[in-house]
Nanobody, 114 residues
């Protein structure tokens, strides 16, 4: 039974920080790249960061320098550290396996507002 459980979202002011977590189960986590996606109202879901098996990361230009992705294979967990948050970062954030995505989790809401 594949499960992805995102957590850590919330309401923050511009310039603030959040650390998102994604707990995965039902597959061999360490064998797959993992990605963080976000979906803002009225926009397509977009990949904002991914991390390969060896820890190599790729960050979308829109969040580069502010977001960091990491993983703990022993805990089957991928993290997204979000700093210097902007209102345009407001979205529901999801994680998933790459390239063969599994069923989406519930996501976690991030709202950046003053």
């Amino acid at each position: 039974q594949v499960q992805l459980v995102e957590s850590g979202g919330g309401l923050v002011q511009p310039g603030g920080s959040l650390r998102l977590s994604c707990a995965a189960s039902g597959f061999i986590f360490s064998l797959y790249p993992m990605g963080w996606y976000r979906e803002a109202p009225g926009k397509q879901r977009e990949l904002v960061a991914n991390i390969l098996r060896d820890g190599t990361t790729d960050i979308a230009d829109s969040v580069k320098g502010r977001f960091t992705i990491s993983r703990d294979n022993a805990k089957n967990t991928v993290f997204l550290q979000m700093n210097s948050l902007k209102p345009e970062d407001t979205a529901v954030y999801y994680c998933n396996r790459l390239p063969s995505r599994v069923s989406w989790g519930q996501g976690t809401q991030v709202t950046v507002s003053s």
